[in-house]
């Protein structure tokens, strides 16, 4: 071996430090064999460096070839990224880097798209895991099957969640080796030597036990979430059916000792209407679902209802933002006026067909119904987005304002109001 080639040997293996010494140890075998075999043809070194664009160049290859093999090893998005970044500052020719540019620009975008995917579905399976925590502790430990069936939900969901991400991962993967071995390709391509070929990377990791994992995990929540009628109720719920096991309740009070009413649900509809002839009695009607409790208060003149979740369903505030198929119903013997009636709801649509000299009704979404009953009254109506309804004519503001005389309030969040 020459001087020379000692050399360029000698700053080939210091431009390569940084990678393995087998790694180094291979290319410099591979090149002190090349340049060997060029002496033989008559042509020295120097011109065979020449024609290889120098050590520089050389290692510029090499170190990229090497991050696109180890990219392939570890899979990943900042590995794919990077070794993208690496393969193409590797490649000397303009026209060979834009060529792959083009080539490898889709398939790394949908790489990067499967990947988020992936890291989404993942984050996924996180939150399901921290809400069924927190159900968990606002439901009763009395309540043990129900507590398991949440569990078992949980469960379920986390582990599906899992394993479509583990699948887009895969996925991801794949493509991501499939445009590394294109930009591999196009280095060696470029290069007149070549560079020492290295085994295809072995494919580590189990992920066919991850995705056993996953399975018995999800089959084990399915079994779980059965073993209560939890899944049924929620269901039910939120596709607006009437429970089954609904307990019926009533309370009646003479109207001399009430001056104000005020009724408050979750997410029951509200009904106040008047009491049919000879009716001498102030009614309160409460269809009451296991989910649900509450107990009608009198103090000082005013009757008060406040409906609030018995801690049996977990999430209830949120499952409160759907209609429910409950009524709280108020009948009002006929000549009684209360002196205020105030009734809100979460999302329970409200009904108002009796006398009051003040009455105020709110509530998130649903219809509120007003009937006035001929009586002339000042009312106020305020629904955005929603309609409001005059008479059988739609309004187009959001705010409506007429009469006058004792006031009426209406006030819906996402609703539609119907005066009458």
């Known amino acids: 071996m020459t001087d020379s080639l000692n050399q360029i040997l000698a700053s080939l293996r210091a431009e390569l430090a940084d990678l393995p010494e087998e790694a180094i140890r291979r290319t410099i075998d591979f090149y002190e064999e090349y340049f060997t075999d060029a002496l033989e043809t008559g042509r020295s070194e120097e011109e065979t460096l020449v024609r290889l664009g120098g050590v520089k160049e050389i290692a510029a290859h090499v170190l990229a070839e090497a991050a696109l093999s180890g990219a392939e090893l570890k899979p990943g998005p900042l590995s794919l990224t990077g070794a993208l970044r690496r393969g193409l500052r590797g490649l000397a020719g303009s026209a060979a880097k834009a060529s792959l540019v083009v080539g490898a620009a889709v398939p790394y975008s949908l790489a990067l798209g499967c990947y988020f995917l992936a890291v989404t579905s993942f984050a996924v399976a996180l939150a399901v895991v921290a809400l069924t925590g927190f159900g968990l502790q606002g439901m009763p430990n009395a309540d043990a099957m129900s507590r398991v069936s949440l569990a078992g939900v949980g469960l379920l969901c986390a582990a599906a969640a899992i394993a479509v991400g583990l699948g887009v991962w895969t996925a991801a993967g794949a493509i991501g080796r499939v445009t590394l071995k294109a930009l591999r390709r196009g280095l060696r391509r470029e290069r007149e030597a070549g560079s020492p070929r290295e085994s ?208 009426v309030e209406l006030v819906s969040g996402d609703g539609t109001i119907d005066i009458r």
């Open 200 to 407: 295809a990377p072995a494919r580590r990791g189990k992920l066919w036990i991850a995705f056993l994992a996953c399975g018995l995990a999800a089959g084990l929540g399915a079994v779980g979430a059965f073993l209560s009628d939890l899944p049924l109720r929620l269901f039910s719920i939120w596709n607006s059916m009437k429970p089954a096991d609904l307990v019926v309740r009533e309370w009646t009070y003479a109207p001399e000792k009430i001056r104000e009413i005020e009724i408050r649900t979750m997410n029951s509809a509200i009904v106040v209407e008047t009491g049919a002839s000879g009716e001498k009695l102030i009614r309160l009607i409460r269809e009451e679902p296991t989910w649900l409790s509450g107990t009608p208060v009198l103090e000082n003149g005013r009757l008060a209802f406040r409906e609030v979740s018995s801690g049996t369903l977990p999430f209830m505030d949120f499952i409160a933002r759907h209609e429910g198929m409950t009524d709280v119903r108020i009948t009002i013997p006929r000549g009684y006026r209360a002196r205020s009636l105030s009734l809100g709801s979460g999302s329970g649509a409200v009904s108002v067909a009796a006398n009051a000299a003040a009455v105020r009704v709110e509530n998130g979404s649903g219809v509120i119904r007003f009937e006035s009953g001929g009586a002339t009254r000042r009312i106020r109506a305020f629904a955005k987005p929603g309609h409001i309804v005059v008479g059988g004519k739609i309004q187009v503001s959001g705010a409506y304002e007429s009469g006058s005389g004792s006031l």
